[in-house]
């Protein structure tokens, strides 16, 4: 898949889960960081980024209801939220994604390292490293970025973050991951993705708003990965949504 019908999903989904912002292209630049500061080999670079673009793709198959609902989630809507990483590992499989660097990073990203996460439940080494280190990622910016029930972000935010990963380390994440992390962020590395692309509107975002072209690949790749009549159902029912707001 190339990063343009992977973008083109991304902001679909974006549209769906607005809370979330602008926040897979920030975690695509870290990822971009992470992957440059470790001197990864250009392929893994591109596999890492890409699966991070599309690390929460399966919250188009998430009801939206539950994705923005403000208050608490119920065990068994939590239960629904949790399947958002089985949900894309098999629609970007249906597809075509073959690369086993994104469909690591979709499935796996909420796994800890002590067992505690989902969907697997799997521990340590049995964790694929690139799910490992993006998880730490994706923390990252959940914690630092602007939320309905959150205003302090910057700086200050950003401290507390990394003495959250910090804390965790070995527990929920990669220790080297956490290392690496705080070392960009210690030299102004990260500085740019985290303040100037995390404003209120959720706007921010160098791939900008949809455009019909973009659309209609994203059209014809949703189309193609459905199972049956509902899921077809559903996915129209996003992307009306998705050529509502992008007009
Ligand atoms: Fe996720």
Redesign the pocket.
């Known amino acids: 898949m190339d990063f343009e019908l992977a973008n083109a999903l991304a902001r679909i989904v974006e549209l769906k889960d607005q809370s979330t912002g602008a926040h897979t292209w920030r975690v695509t630049m870290y990822a971009q960081a992470v992957a440059e500061a470790e001197r990864m080999p250009i392929s893994t670079v591109m596999g890492f980024m890409l699966g991070a673009v599309l690390?929460?793709i399966g919250k188009i198959d998430i009801p939206a209801g539950i994705l923005s609902k403000p208050g608490r989630l119920t065990d068994a809507e939590y239960e629904t939220m949790k399947s958002?990483?089985v949900l894309g590992w098999e629609r970007v499989q249906r597809m075509g994604v073959r690369d086993p660097l994104v469909l690591h990073v979709i499935r796996s990203?909420?796994e800890r390292i002590d067992g505690s996460g989902y969907p697997d439940g799997l521990v340590g080494e049995a964790i694929p490293i690139a799910a490992r280190w993006f998880s730490v990622i994706?923390g990252f910016d959940a914690m630092t970025s602007l939320r309905p029930y959150r205003d302090g972000v910057g700086e200050d935010a950003a401290a507390r973050a990394i003495a959250d990963l910090r804390e965790h380390a070995g527990t929920w994440y990669e220790p080297r991951a956490v290392e690496v992390f705080d070392e960009l962020h210690q030299t102004g590395r990260l500085d740019s993705i985290l303040e100037h692309l995390n404003d209120r509107e959720g706007q921010a975002s160098l791939v900008g708003p949809l455009d019909s072209e973009a659309m209609s690949i994203a059209r014809n790749a949703l189309l193609e990965s459905t199972t049956d009549a509902e899921d077809v159902r559903r996915i129209e029912a996003i992307l009306d949504l998705a050529s509502e707001q992008t007009r």
């Open positions: 690390h929460d958002h990483t990203h909420h994706d």
